[in-house]
């Protein structure tokens, strides 16, 4: 566990990090996790640019460390349920897991996407709103000539 990224880099520059059997997991104020953390197996059951569904079985609490970039947009769900990713060493995804078989779905919605899909359908909403008013009072405009 690091406190802080300055830590985490000092821990993966230190001679003794073996990269293929831990992880540094940046998670300040995490506890309980006392002892050590269990092996499994990880099946990819589907992997795309922007969803990965995996299905991990493990004999008791363990941490899955990916070896992909932990982005804003990123969320996760384990057995349906929102979980939360941790940055791993210095700027991969990470999550702990429970024992058992864990059905894991990642997604990236982009963050930027979501705000201009909102602005847009505001946008949107905003013109045909104008159109409408802008209708309603021809035919009013029109209704008071035609009564002259």
């Known amino acids: ?20 059997d831990e992880a540094v997991v940046e998670a300040p104020g995490l506890r309980g996790l006392d002892g050590p953390l269990a092996g499994g197996n990880v099946r990819v059951d589907r992997y795309a640019a922007n969803h990965v569904e995996l299905t991990v079985i493990t004999d008791g609490k363990a941490f899955l460390a990916s070896s992909e970039p932990l982005y804003p947009g990123w969320t ?22 429970g024992p058992g078989a864990s059905r894991v779905v990642m997604t990236y919605r982009p963050v930027a996407f979501a705000v ?25 405009h029109l209704g008071r000539i035609g009564q002259l």
């Open 1 to 20: 566990m690091s406190r802080d990224l300055p830590q985490t880099l000092r821990r993966l520059a230190d001679p003794v990090f073996r990269p293929a």
């Open 76 to 97: 996760v769900r384990v057995n349906g349920k929102p979980a939360e990713f941790l940055m791993t060493n210095g700027a991969f995804r990470g999550l702990f897991l």
């Open 116 to 140: 201009l899909a909102t602005l847009s359908s505001l946008s949107f909403l905003l013109v045909l709103g104008v159109i409408i008013y802008e209708r309603r009072s021809s035919r009013k």
